[in-house]
């Protein structure tokens, strides 16, 4: 298929988010946020797919990523600021709300908007990462692993490992995703494994073994897994992240205080009263929603939650996109009434 959608920019002085938009200009907005270390592209299945419906579909470079800005300083990668790239978006495309969409960190940010600018936000629903109201933290992470796959004598910090590893070494993370960058992008985006549900992920293990693959420099030569991406997906998200750096994008874990301290400065704890639906990853091993607690925040934070089970791993939207569509247009025409393109 050639390429259905726009490019557009929005600049302010503080920043500047490339976009794809698809479908009518008029049309009800949904705007698609991605996470690491994807781009506006990673939403490909599900722009042309609304579209269609009659949505105005947009999907944003994320700060650090593509054609937006990449900001020198760690601090700078905090949902405090990321989320205000969002309302200047908004404010750019001459909306006053709209549905968000988030996946992997992409899903924070939507959280963070649901809690400080619900005012912005006609509902919103997220893939894999669910809400906790604390603040998308290490401190409120770890206590939430299912011990019975993490024993803490063996994995105290659970699938989380990898978080601290960003924190102890964070010029070693980036200089081994650096490294090969065509290598490290075939080794990331893998399909999910049902035989992996109950077991101990790859994340667990990352300081143990001296960082990301083994502590191997590089990341190691697997063939490409055209479940999740095409050769030509493939290529995009190569040449944009070799033109980056993983800087940027690495700097997303580096905020943890700093984002539980955001969070707790939310209107009304932090409890959410717009629609929400919340995809789980059935083969998720890392935002493991299944079978631990992970969740249960989210449920006691909601007023109105819809869930679903999506037989994917964490590349959800492009692993499992006719799933995720569905589970989509179902909620936003059962529960969004009010969005549904007229």
Known sequence: MDQPWREGVVRTARHTSFYLDCGPADGPLLIFLHGWPELSISWRHQLPCFAAMGFRCIAPDMRGYGRSSVHPAPADYALEPIAADMVELLAGLGRERAVWIGHDWGSPVVWSLAAHHPHRCLAVANLCVPYLPAGFALPNLVPLVDRRT?????????????QFFYE????RARTVFEADVDATVRALFRRGNPAARGKPGRTATIRRDGG??????RAPDVPLDEAVLTPADHSRYVAALSRTGFAGPDSWYLNHAANAAYAARAPDGGRLAVPVLFLHG?????CETMDSDLARPMRQACADLTEAVVPSGHWMAQERPAAVNAALARWLAQRVPTAWPG
């Open 168 to 171: 102890e070494n964070p010029a």
């Open 282 to 286: 059935a083969y998720d091993t890392t």
């Open 150 to 162: 993490y024993p803490a004598a063996e994995y105290p910090a659970g699938q989380w490992d990898y």
């Open 212 to 217: 990301w693959f083994g502590g191997a420099d």
